[in-house]
């Protein structure tokens, strides 16, 4: 009996004195980085891993400056070079592609110029799945190279075509716009004029839309926007329409497609190219919830859904439409303080959002609910530390120290990534800016930390 209550009594002053730690707290020195190379992981662990070999100037690839990074619609990798008149194209093994087996020909973007001539320093691109390759610089204007045209080749431009009315009226017309309102009106097309002649525009980048424009200008400005201010810092394309960041009039800029031209192309395919007109402000200027102040990067979801980031006070992200938007207070992706200058955003194929945070030097990934999920481009690093415990002894406390070492992670690999893509495998490519390189990682449970490419 006595013995048991000594058990007892024993049992009563461990839970005491547990008690007394939890109470008092665990105080921590500053940490010491032990290792600043390798991560290092748990088994199970899962967590992305670097890719190798980095897309750098010791492995040939030769980046000024990387500024934006996107997957292309047929799976090839475009990369903006800011201080350069160039985008980089490299396929899905990692090679550079000026002119491939397939027929593909990018040879006009390794010295992007206007069709004055002037070249052009690329700052935002986005492909639609028409293979038009979006190019913004950050101008009041928008140009668009077209990939497929470049494979196949023009052969003709429709430069007349003839329409028969519903009381068999002929016509021949040779504006778009006239063309396209009398097909509305149920008019068909009887007979097509082809000339050979000026077919070089079509297979070089070309103005999709400037607000310059005399007819445009006036069109821009009846939206409350300065046509000779925009400054176009993104671009995101899905279905006939593309949306443009524009970051001195704080709006994000509608484009609706109208037909440009007919094309006979050299296999015999009669094609219709496209211009932009602003045709809404999708989302206005303020600093609450949906709206913009200094916005960037921009992207659109399988559904229809876009996501903007900003450098304006208040939310870096943004989701305008879609089945449920982000709340503030109860979705992480909207933390005030989580971001220092996040200036992309982009979407996997699981909806999973990338945030590239740039002056954090980090890739955030967020859940397609807005839940934080993972750092990416970090090192998991071991720190050493001394826990100090405060533990009751005989009516006295007694400071108890006794070293340890944790995990933590640490920004030490990326400077300043201004942009952040996934393909349809996972691989998620960072244009990491400031170190001229482009990095690839992917998520595993494996111990390893690199892969052969």
């Not at 002119?99 to 020909?105: K, L, M, S």
């Not at 009315?165 to 509305?184: A, F, G, K, R, T």
Request: proline share 3%; net charge negative.
């Amino acid at each position: 009996m006595i013995l048991s209550r000594q058990i007892w009594l024993s049992r009563l002053m461990i839970l005491i004195l547990l008690l007394f730690i939890v109470a008092c707290g665990v105080k921590f020195d500053l940490p010491t980085a032990t290792n600043k190379e390798t991560p290092v992981f748990g088994a199970g662990d899962t967590s992305y891993i670097r890719i190798s070999p980095d897309w750098d100037t010791d492995n040939s690839y030769s980046f000024s400056s990387p500024w934006d990074v996107i997957v292309g619609t047929d799976g090839y990798l475009f990369i903006a070079d800011h201080d350069r008149p160039y985008i980089h194209v490299i396929s899905a093994a990692g090679s550079e592609t000026i002119i491939d087996t397939y027929g593909n020909d990018f040879t006009e973007l390794t010295d992007l110029a206007d069709p004055q001539g002037n070249s052009v320093f690329p700052m935002a691109i986005a492909q639609d799945i028409q293979l038009n390759l979006f190019i913004a610089d950050s101008s009041n204007r928008l140009l668009v190279w077209n990939q497929y045209l470049n494979n196949v080749g023009v052969d003709s431009l429709a430069v007349s075509i003839q329409l028969r009315s519903p009381d068999n009226d002929l016509l021949w017309v040779s504006n778009y716009d006239s063309i396209v309102m009398l097909q509305v009106n149920d008019w068909s097309i009887e007979n097509i004029e082809w000339s050979s002649d000026d077919l070089e525009q079509w297979l070089s980048p070309r103005l999709f839309w400037d607000a310059g424009d005399s007819q445009e200008a006036l069109n821009v400005s009846s939206y409350y926007v300065d046509p000779d201010s925009v400054h176009v810092t993104g671009v995101s394309a899905y279905g006939d329409k593309c949306l443009l960041s524009d970051t001195h009039s704080n709006a994000i800029l509608g484009l609706s497609y109208i037909p440009a031209a007919l094309l006979m192309t050299g296999t015999g395919e009669q094609i219709l190219v496209y211009r932009g007109t602003m045709t809404e402000r999708t989302v206005s200027n303020g600093t609450g919830n949906g709206t913009v102040n200094d916005p960037r990067g921009i992207a659109h979801d399988q559904n229809g859904a876009f996501y903007y980031t900003q450098w304006g006070e208040n939310f870096s992200v943004h989701k305008i439409g879609g089945s449920h938007g982000f709340e503030y207070g109860e979705d992480d992706i909207m933390d005030i303080e989580r971001y220092d200058h996040a200036s992309d955003v982009s979407l996997d194929q699981g909806g999973n959002i990338y945030v590239a945070d740039t002056g954090h030097d980090r890739i955030q990934q967020f859940t397609s609910a807005g839940k934080f999920a993972f750092n990416i481009g970090m090192s998991r690093v071991f720190v050493d530390s001394t826990i100090s415990d405060s533990i009751l002894i005989n009516s006295e406390y007694q400071q108890i120290e006794r070293d340890t070492t944790f995990q933590v992670e640490v920004a030490d690999i990326l400077s300043s990534p201004r942009s952040v893509a996934i393909d349809a495998t996972g691989v998620v490519y960072i244009a990491d800016t400031k170190n001229n390189r482009v990095m690839r990682y992917r998520l595993s449970t494996e111990l390893d930390y690199s892969t052969d490419n």
